[in-house]
């Protein structure tokens, strides 16, 4: 069973959360968290929230004013630990239906495994910040699908980033001593007014 609490603020998202309302979305993201063989339960507690609470959001053809986020503390089997979930939806007033915008997973099984594939990333980047040969990296493939990890030079130098080339994780990381090979490395599109810029963390897959 999965009870999801409104937590909404203007009267538009008050008027249709209805208890009837908050009962069919919990069926809905209750399906949803089944669809991912991580989660052991699709049951639990949650939030509903809506980031669009200004007037300027509620115009008659709005579709956002119905987007909500749905925040889940999944239950696990013999456990008093808990999973998450964050589903976010957009809610169909005419047809009743939601539909599912965005999932994250995130159990305590994905976090270990995250954990685990940020210190390969780690050790790829110390690698490069110790100034190794390009053929020393051969061997180190994205710890989350495997696929090949692009390195890219700042022009200056001094910064980098490392990628998968399936784009699961993205890490940008400082050298004061690059390897020799980092002209050959330098490609990439850089915002040049801002190279240590931080654009994204690692996205598990
Ligand atoms: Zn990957």
Known sequence: MLTLTPKLVTRYHVGIATKDWSRDLGIHVSS?????????????????????NEDRFMGPLSLIKNDFDVTVNVDRRFSIRKDQSEVTVRYAPDS??????????????????????????TQF????????????????????????IDVSFHSSGKVFVVSCSKRH??????????????????????????????TDEPEPG
């Open 32 to 52: 949803a968290i089944t669809s991912h063989p991580e989660y052991q339960t699709s049951s639990g507690a949650g939030t509903v929230t809506s980031r669009y």
């Open 96 to 121: 009743n239906t939601f539909e599912t915008l965005r999932e994250t997973v995130e159990t305590v099984e994905t976090k270990r495994r995250d954990k685990r594939c940020h210190r390969i990333v």
């Open 125 to 148: 980047v110390k690698k490069i910040e110790s100034g190794c040969q390009r053929h020393a990296l051969n061997d180190f493939r994205c710890p989350w699908c495997d696929a090949t």
């Open 169 to 198: 994780f993205r890490r940008h990381a400082q050298t004061d001593s690059p390897p020799d090979w980092w002209r050959d490395a330098t490609t990439g599109g850089w915002l040049e007014s801002n190279p240590t810029e931080r």
